[in-house]
């Protein structure tokens, strides 16, 4: 006779480690690096305005969705969406592909902090910290197609990979929860640390003047409104399919909205308190050079790698300020990368039926390889900028915006997952959450996307070669979008657990859901039956 094999689902211990995880996976190189520069650039102190009403109408409401629909349908996103309905499983899978191309450039920042954490010791930049970084470091050459590896970024990098895979191999629980345990504490702690010992260097509030002096005009800029909502989906991890796979190892009672909230508004309260620490750090390098502030900050790679060094270099004792800063990017990094493994992983597991680890290691591997094989190369770093825009300015929101429309408009599911969202809540979500969803957010993503696409096929980006954006730009969405159809006509390999679904719209679901799970441990596999408690629970 032979059993269908159910692919067990693990789940956190509790509901604070889930929170911790999920804090982990939003706090990151975005918050560290990416959002000063975007706030200051976009209206100083200003920016604070769109940058809320983002995280309100659309970050928080598409946070929701991501619970619900991991939570209702217990699965990594093509099994969440095929669930919710069946032709809707292609959104799942861009969603996983985009998670890949992340990671392969993702692990490679972190594998440069890795590196200047060590370099800081010596300030090994010396004199001219962006000469080293782009020439010394990277050895950056013409902006080809393909360049010849670093060895030097390659082999912290192929560590960066073997702890990622370890770790989401390890397993929800052991793994990816016990990281967050210990490394987000020690994140917060360091990097409050810094942030205060940046307070009190000279210059300081010149920096925080720059940061904070809103330029109102800037509120009247479309573009400043898409940089908020950009900053808002990517620093928190939404319709990327990590929190909908954080929310499918939930426990079935769990109170899902408030856990939201406390994401959300932790994630925001570091990015503005990473502000505020970069920012009094660059008004200290003002004040050293002599020039103003906003000649000091440049965006992206630069402002970590460039002139973090440069202040590192001319402040007391700034071998260890250096050095902890560039821990801290690495521990943020690591606990969103872990995130960004997890969905693929979940998706290969489910859909042909193998273990968790053989999953993880299969498709780790695969995309440690594509990683290591383009971005530590003497061209990586455009690369790495052009496919890091292309995912986020183009493929992420206009998958989103298809995925709210579907959902709120076609398959009509939005009254059914915010019953599910309802079921255990401190409060109770429904017409400003369906308004979002629905009307606002599709309204700006459209706007967003039209204006990205437009502007790149006129524009092209930052005079790189057309043959490199073809390839690595529009080739990579458009390679995506074709394997995501793909990948929904491959049959499921467990035709029959899929078919069982989980209901718990259905009284008597919610009830066997509430006898047999407890208060305390989710003990039913995935099929909607009682689970025996096996070997493999206790892993
Ligand atoms: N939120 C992370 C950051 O701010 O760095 C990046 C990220 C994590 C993006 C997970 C997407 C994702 F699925």
């Given amino acids: 006779m032979t059993v269908a094999r159910t692919v067990h689902r693990e789940a956190f211990s509790s509901r604070t480690v889930f929170i911790l995880a999920a804090i982990g996976s939003a706090v990151g190189l975005g918050n560290i690096w990416r959002y000063p ?73 972190i594998a440069w902090a890795a590196s200047y954490a060590w370099f800081s010791l010596t300030l090994a930049w010396g004199d001219d910290a962006e000469a080293f970084f782009a020439g010394t470091f990277l050895q950056q050459g013409e902006a080809t197609m393909f360049g010849g590896l670093v060895p030097t970024v390659a082999i912290p990098l192929v560590l960066v990979w073997v702890v990622n895979i370890a770790i989401v191999a390890i397993g929800v629980e052991r793994g990816i929860g016990r990281l967050n345990r210990f490394l987000l504490p020690l994140l917060i702690a360091l990097f409050i640390g810094l942030v205060i010992r940046s307070l009190f260097l000279p210059g300081a509030m010149a920096g925080l003047d720059a940061f904070f002096t809103p330029n109102w005009a800037a509120l009247g800029d479309p573009q400043v409104w898409i940089a908020a909502y950009g900053q808002i989906f990517f620093s928190l991890s939404v319709a990327f399919g990590a929190m909908l796979t954080y929310a499918s190892h939930l426990k079935r009672r769990t109170n899902l909205t408030a856990s939201g909230l406390v994401v959300g508004f932790s994630n925001s309260a570091f990015e503005v308190l990473a502000g505020i620490g970069v920012f009094a750090a660059l008004g200290f390098l003002a004040a050293q050079s002599g020039v103003p502030v906003s000649e000091a900050a440049a965006g992206g790679p630069g402002l970590a790698f460039v002139a973090f060094p440069t202040l590192i270099s001319q402040m007391p004792f700034g071998q260890i300020f250096g050095s902890l800063f560039f821990l801290t990017l690495v521990f943020a990094g690591i606990t969103s990368l872990v995130s960004i493994l997890q969905p693929p992983a979940m998706a290969i597991s489910e859909k042909f039926g193998i273990s968790h680890r053989a999953a993880t290691l299969s498709v780790g591997t695969v995309a440690a390889i594509v990683s290591i094989s383009i971005f530590p190369t003497t061209t990586g770093l455009n690369t790495l900028d052009v496919v890091d825009n292309w995912i986020n300015n ?53 706007w967003t996307a039209t204006q990205s696409v437009i502007t790149l096929l006129r524009d092209g980006y930052e005079d790189l070669p057309g043959a490199l954006l073809a390839t690595f730009g529009w080739g990579v969405v458009g390679g995506i979008v074709v394997l995501a159809v793909l990948m929904t006509f491959v049959p499921w390999r467990n035709e029959d657990h899929l078919a069982a679904g989980v209901d718990l719209d259905d009284p008597r679901e919610e009830a066997e859901a509430a006898r047999v799970d407890g208060p305390r441990r989710d003990s039913r596999s995935d099929d909607g039956r009682p689970h025996t408690p096996s070997k493999e629970d206790s892993e």
């Fill in 37 to 109: 520069y975007v706030a200051y650039s976009s209206g100083g102190g200003a920016f604070l305005i769109p940058y809320l009403v983002a995280l309100l109408t659309a970050g928080i409401p598409l946070l929701f969705l991501d619970y619900a629909l991991g939570h209702k349908f217990r699965g990594s996103p093509p099994l969440a969406f095929r669930r919710l309905s069946r032709w809707t499983e292609p959104f799942g899978w861009v969603q996983v592909l985009m998670c890949l191309a992340i990671a392969t450039f993702y692990a490679c920042v």
């Fill in 394 to 446: 183009v493929l992420l929101v206009s998958n989103t915006l298809v995925m709210v429309v579907v959902v709120v408009w076609v398959v009509r599911k939005t009254p059914m997952l915010a019953r599910h969202l309802n079921g255990v809540g401190s409060f109770k979500i429904g017409g400003w959450w369906t308004v979002c969803l629905g009307i606002v957010t599709p309204l700006i993503l459209g």
